[in-house]
């Protein structure tokens, strides 16, 4: 009898926690930047501060990282899992993990900073509420990653057309021989990114900076104390995520869920950012394109192990269990949807485009990787619709023959099968798109109108 009495406070126990984390107000973040700015490094010493990695975790870590003599991976290693990950010293997938801090819970993205992982990347910061941009402070290292070529630029600006909506700049390695703390190093910094950031699309308000180590741990947690760096007066991290201002959630609109990953473990597994509405074990939902009706089993929020959540809601990163679709008829790209209001399947849509890297011209024909919410799909322009100022974002030129670099255009695109897709007015998130060509971002866009599948062709706008 003691023991069922004992099994049953141990259930309870779990399913209070459960409810405390739940009740929370949830928040994704995406560490990106360059490679080696220490995105994984700061990550797990989160975790670890936070509670997430016990000492004894983090000792094992220590431990075998100093046998492959990379003893200052340590840290790093409580997100990065794979042993390609830990023998390199990069992350390849783009990990999960979350933390709790007194007012809310967050699920952490880390994001690959090497340039052969950028899809990787975009996945991850589709998922995202806030972007953490870490960047490195060490001599050289900051305007490595900065310079054309380096990934900083890059991450930022797909942050931005990915739908992130707030960027904390965290200035890393402040703790560096090199550097030691220098406030005139961070203030060229963030003097430069400041301009950059603002040509990205990012309003100063939604940007914050703030100096820290990863390694150390310092400005972390707690505000950095004034004998190590006596100019600055902010916010620690923590402190900061915080008390950031909150935003509205579409919990009572129609449900979609793009799924991200499938797996398969004692029935099938989907996971994703639930972008709009909520749901409970039991709800009834429809996979799209493939319009297969499922039943939710299980709810899990990401990151926090096998604890089993009775609700899920807009904002929420999750992993669901359920019955009436095998593993292998899913895939990344498809999406979880209110079964009275499924998500529009297309494969043609007129969209709003602006080119922002391309050395030579583009012409109608020409096919690109797109990457909208977590789907990847190859497309075709099939036509120029319009030219329009910069400025004005007029309409300036019918039928353009060609498109070349920094130019905005309404264009007719065409999908090398259904996909799922809305409208930008309709759904930001699942009305955005970049194209990607020879591992370059070469243009981002959104999406005007969606060409029905009765009419393929009814695209036509006017001058």
Known sequence: MSSVLEEGMKRLAVSTATDAFAAKEPFSIVFIGHVDAGKSTLGGHILYATGQVDQRTLEKYERESKELNRESWYLSWALDTNQEERSK??????????????RRRFTILD??????????????????????????????EFETGFERGGQTREHAMLAKTLGVRRIVIVVNKMDDSTVQWSEIRYKEIVSRLTTFLKGCGFKERDCDFLPLSGFTGDNLVERIKKSICAWYDGPSLLQLLDELPSWERKVDAPFMMPISEKSKDMGTLLSGKIESGSLVRGSHLLVMPNRREIEVTSIF????????????????????????IEEEDVSPGFVLCDVDRPISVVTRFMAQMMIVEHKNIICPGYTAVMHAHSLVEEVTIIKFLFLLDPKTGEKTQAKPKFAKQGQTLIVDIKCSGPVCLETFETHQQLGRFNLRDEGKTIAIGRILRLASSSAPTDLHVSQ
């Open 89 to 102: 010293g990069i992350t390849v997938e783009c990990g999960k993990a979350s933390f709790e801090t007194a």
């Open 111 to 140: 994001a690959p900073g090497h340039k052969n992982y950028v899809p990787n990347m975009i996945s991850g910061a589709a998922q995202a509420d806030i972007a953490i941009l870490v960047i490195s402070a060490r001599k050289g």
């Open 301 to 324: 929020f990401e990151g926090s192990g096998e604890v089993e959540a009775q609700r899920a809601s807009s904002g929420d990163i999750v992993r669901i269990k359920v019955k009436g």
